[in-house]
């Protein structure tokens, strides 16, 4: 959890710099802002592939690494005057993130058990946490200290880094002790159509929940909300998006994780609804009950997809972490796009369909069969 804080966190001080990048080093938006993109894309489409070659390690050292990365290629970026080697910077901290997550969400899987889902929940609300406070602590932090702020970034970064490493290493896929419990039991050849519904699924979870971030205080502006009051409901809706979040994960561990995504989904299509149809008290408590319900299956559904790939772990949770995400900043495009064809309440109006056609999707999901066969048991001694 404290390596999915610091990475989300530290890698939001590329978004930060970028007024520094327009005033100080003459650059554009658009060249100060593809470089915020480019970490972002290499630090999410990678995910499954490098999830692959963990999973063919056999080791979860590899999130240490990835976040040890993050922060030494980091720690620079302040002191960097060249675009080309901001790109360079942005490009092996993006590398760094696609490598730490996947691996950290197996090594999570692993540690947490038959609490797998509770396990998984408390890792996505590190990154949740890292991400909220980042655009609190970091401009702030600039303007006091300059973008050579940045250098703080490193040992911050190991400080969690090695312990990271340390201890993952007590936890070992090969090797281990056996034991016979039912776990879920899926032929290779059945695997295929299910993942793709579960990516379907985080990648329009995703479109609705990113671009509700990027454009939803400026739709609040049209309803006659000063800018400041837009972003403050906004933040409400992330707070009970992180709180639906730990719920969801929790329930899962007892509750049919399938009709859990379904019917959170299903709430948070109708909540939208009733916030775009509403106004007043109703829309505040319909906006901020859409988030918690948004958000209920994130981990979720990175659960039911290592449940798929249980000798792949780390693949499961890049294609639902990593391409989901990556995929779902495509569809905020979209919307983006839309705003300028339609109007702005068309096109997030829209994101209710989205939402809904999430829900949808995951009905011919059929849930793993048990069966009773040897499954590796993770021991963690001293943890």
């Known amino acids: 959890m404290l390596a999915h804080l610091v990475n989300d966190g530290a890698v939001y001080l590329f978004a930060a710099l970028i007024p520094y990048y327009t005033q100080t ?14 970490l972002n894309l290499v630090g999410s489409v990678p995910q499954p592939f490098l999830g692959m070659v963990a999973d063919r390690l056999e080791g979860y050292a590899l999130a240490g690494l990835g976040l040890a990365i993050v922060a030494i290629f980091l720690g620079p970026v302040g002191f960097v005057f060249n675009y080309w080697g901001i790109l360079a910077l942005a490009a092996v901290v993006g590398l760094g993130t696609a490598i730490c997550h996947p691996v950290a969400a197996a090594f999570t899987a692993a540690a947490g058990g038959r609490r797998r889902g509770m396990a998984m929940s408390v890792f996505s609300l590190g990154g949740n946490i890292g991400f909220t406070i980042a655009p609190l602590a970091l401009p702030p932090l600039i303007l006091l200290f300059g973008p050579q702020t940045s250098a703080a970034i490193v040992p911050a970064g190991l400080l969690v880094a090695v312990p990271l490493i340390l201890v993952s290493r007590r936890i070992k896929p090969e090797g281990l002790h056996r034991t016979r419990r039912v776990i879920p039991v899926v032929r290779t050849s059945s695997r ?10 985080a990648v329009l979870r995703s479109w609705v929940y990113t671009a509700s971030i990027t454009f939803l205080p400026t739709y609040l502006t049209t309803r006659g909300l000063a800018l400041t009051a837009g972003a403050q409901l906004l933040s409400l809706m992330l707070m009970m998006g992180t709180v639906g979040m730990l719920a969801g994960g929790i329930a899962s561990d007892y509750f049919s994780p399938k009709w859990g995504t379904i019917l959170s989904l299903g709430a948070a299509t109708a909540l939208l609804a009733t916030f775009f149809a509403s106004s007043g008290i109703a829309s505040v408590v319909a906006l901020a009950l859409s988030g918690l319900f948004l958000l209920w299956s994130m981990a979720v559904t990175t659960v039911m997809a290592q449940n798929l790939y249980p000798g792949n772990q780390a693949l499961a949770s890049g294609l639902t972490i990593g391409l989901g995400i990556g995929l779902g900043s495509v569809g905020t495009s979209i919307t983006g796009w839309m705003i300028d064809l339609f109007g ?40």
């Open 25 to 38: 080093l003459g650059m554009s938006y658009v060249e100060a802002g593809f470089a915020w993109t480019l």
């Open 192 to 201: 295929v159509f299910p993942m793709v519904l579960l990516v379907s699924v």
């Open 344 to 383: 702005i309440t068309v096109a997030m109006s829209s994101l209710v369909l989205v939402a809904l056609l999430a829900a949808a999707i995951l009905l011919p999901y059929r849930e793993p069969r048990a069966a009773t066969v040897p499954e590796a048991r993770a021991s963690v001694a001293g943890v």
